[in-house]
């Protein structure tokens, strides 16, 4: 974005936010956890938004704002942009997800074919400049959309599976750390074993379902767990 743009941080109503226009996600996932977190630790990342000629419009965040829904709150710390138009905020919020690694793989894939095709606001080279990633990164994820529906569903699944594994594995450390101040706090495993992907029809040795055995990509599929397998919540 080259254009000059106007910011201010400030307080705002819930009421006067709308529902972003552009939202990245498909779920709001562990909503209820997120609200507990705000309810405990308070609001640590304001929301953005965009102010528009018909008022305040939601452009990342769409968790905390629905968890600070759910707890009741009136108002909440705001990123205020002024002069925004669709592109800027469809990258504000693509480049915040994908650094806080909180969409899943097919999440991706979805906005960055919006994005290069559907809207044509860049190619998949420019993408890849503007959020940080490789255009091998952005052209597999696109690619991501010719699987069969289950095989995408899979991924979806062992995302999902891994944020929840991480969020367990970080509620354990926060433990350990508080009451033996331990210095490893990211522990293996507990069967000492690597985690299978999909569905559990993916292991090593095995062969795709029935329906995606003339998929190419398939024998890519494996390879996922450097892709995916760092996701954070």
Same mark, same amino acid.
């Given at each position: 974005?080259?254009?000059?743009?106007?910011?201010?941080?400030?307080?705002?109503?819930?009421?006067?936010? &709308?529902?972003?226009?552009?939202?990245?996600?498909?779920?709001?996932? &562990?909503?209820?956890?997120?609200?507990?977190?705000?309810?405990?630790?308070?609001?640590?990342?304001?929301?953005?938004?965009?102010?528009?000629?018909?008022?305040?419009?939601?452009?990342?965040?769409?968790?905390?704002?629905?968890?600070?829904?759910?707890?009741?709150?009136?108002?909440?710390?705001?990123?205020?942009?002024?002069?925004?138009?669709?592109?800027?905020?469809?990258?504000?919020?693509?480049?915040?997800?994908?650094? &806080? #690694?909180?969409?899943?793989?097919?999440?991706?894939?979805?906005?960055?074919?919006?994005?290069?095709?559907? +809207?044509?606001?860049?190619?998949?080279?420019?993408?890849?400049? #503007?959020?940080?990633?490789?255009?091998?990164?952005?052209?597999?994820?696109?690619? *991501?959309?010719?699987?069969?529906?289950?095989?995408?569903?899979?991924?979806? =699944?062992?995302?999902?599976? &891994?944020?929840?594994? =991480?969020?367990?594995?970080? #509620?354990?450390?926060?433990?350990? +750390?508080?009451?033996?101040?331990?210095?490893?706090? +990211?522990?293996?495993?507990?069967?000492?074993?690597?985690?299978?992907?999909?569905?559990?029809?993916?292991?090593?040795?095995?062969?795709?379902?029935?329906?995606?055995?003339? *998929?190419?990509?398939?024998?890519?599929?494996?390879?996922?767990?450097?892709?995916?397998?760092?996701?954070?919540?």
């Amino acid at each position: 974005m080259q254009k000059s743009l106007s910011t201010q941080i400030r307080y705002l109503k819930l009421s006067e936010i &709308r529902e972003p226009k552009f939202c990245l996600r498909s779920s709001l996932g &562990r909503v209820g956890e997120l609200a507990e977190s705000i309810r405990r630790k308070g609001l640590l990342n304001p929301l953005t938004v965009r102010r528009t000629v018909e008022g305040y419009e939601l452009v990342c965040g769409w968790r905390r704002y629905n968890a600070l829904k759910m707890l009741g709150a009136e108002e909440a710390l705001c990123i205020v942009h002024e002069g925004l138009d669709d592109r800027d905020a469809f990258e504000i919020a693509l480049v915040e997800n994908v650094q &806080r #690694k909180e969409l899943s793989p097919i999440e991706e894939a979805r906005a960055f074919k919006k994005y290069v095709e559907t +809207f044509g606001w860049g190619s998949a080279s420019e993408l890849a400049a #503007k959020i940080g990633k490789d255009v091998s990164y952005v052209v597999r994820r696109i690619q *991501f959309l010719d699987l069969p529906e289950e095989v995408q569903q899979m991924l979806e =699944e062992d995302f999902e599976r &891994r944020l929840a594994r =991480e969020l367990e594995k970080r #509620k354990s450390a926060a433990k350990v +750390f508080q009451e033996d101040d331990a210095v490893n706090i +990211f522990p293996p495993e507990e069967d000492g074993s690597t985690v299978q992907h999909g569905s559990g029809n993916m292991g090593s040795g095995q062969q795709p379902a029935s329906g995606t055995e003339n *998929f190419a990509t398939w024998q890519n599929l494996v390879s996922l767990k450097s892709d995916t397998g760092s996701s954070g919540a």
